[in-house]
């Protein structure tokens, strides 16, 4: 079945990194976008990144830019997110979630989410 | 950036009646040249991660029951659950996908009465 799973959160000091991975299965991922979201506990949904098909068009919240990094790599069917200099406030469950495609702009709901991974900055 | 708001905040029902959730976004994210408005409304459940219900403003995910139905156009949204049930207390997100930052609403909490 269609399927996401996140891995690589934890407990990290401020100004520390972590690599949050996202394994894609049951569907084609060099078909679709894919696009990172966080929660911060008690909080609201975040919208943090987005990456089209080939890796070529990124977009990032004001509050990642410049820290954060998403990549993918089609031949693993992996999204990532590398994450650098993490404040407290960085502090949420992380997911990645699936962006079919649109003809006309490019951009769409998050039609499937992975579980999510919790990243404690502390 | 296109600001989202939600109300209300919560939202408190009884069975079977019917749920209203309002959204509106600072500009448009209606897109002339399909005459799309790129507007979804997520239900999050406790513990779990978001499920998209309704996306386009009105089109309805596969497997999403039919109480659950998307209105409006431009800038003003409304989420409808037409007879609420147990299994849809729940946290309520718009969202537009107009344009990057993808921004989300606040969030309006539906309760059982």
Known sequence: QVQLVESGGGLVKPGGSLRLSCA?????????????????????LEWL?????????????????????????????????????????????YYCARVPDDFWRGFNAFDVWGPGTLVTVS | DVVMTQSPDSLTVSLGERATINCKSSQSVLYNSNNKNYLAWYQQKPGQPPKVLIKWATTRESGVPDRFSGSGSATDFTLTISSLQAEDVAVYYCQQYYSPPFTFGPGTKVDIK
């Open chain 1, 24 to 44: 894609a299965s049951g569907f084609t991922f060099n078909g679709y976008y894919m696009s990172w979201i966080r929660q911060a506990p008690g909080k609201g």
């Open chain 1, 49 to 93: 990144s987005y990456i089209d098909i080939s890796g070529s068009t990124i977009y990032y919240a004001n509050s990642v830019e410049g820290r954060f990094t998403i990549s993918r790599d089609n031949a693993k069917n992996s999204l990532y997110l590398q994450m650098n200099n993490l404040r407290g406030d960085d502090t949420a469950v």
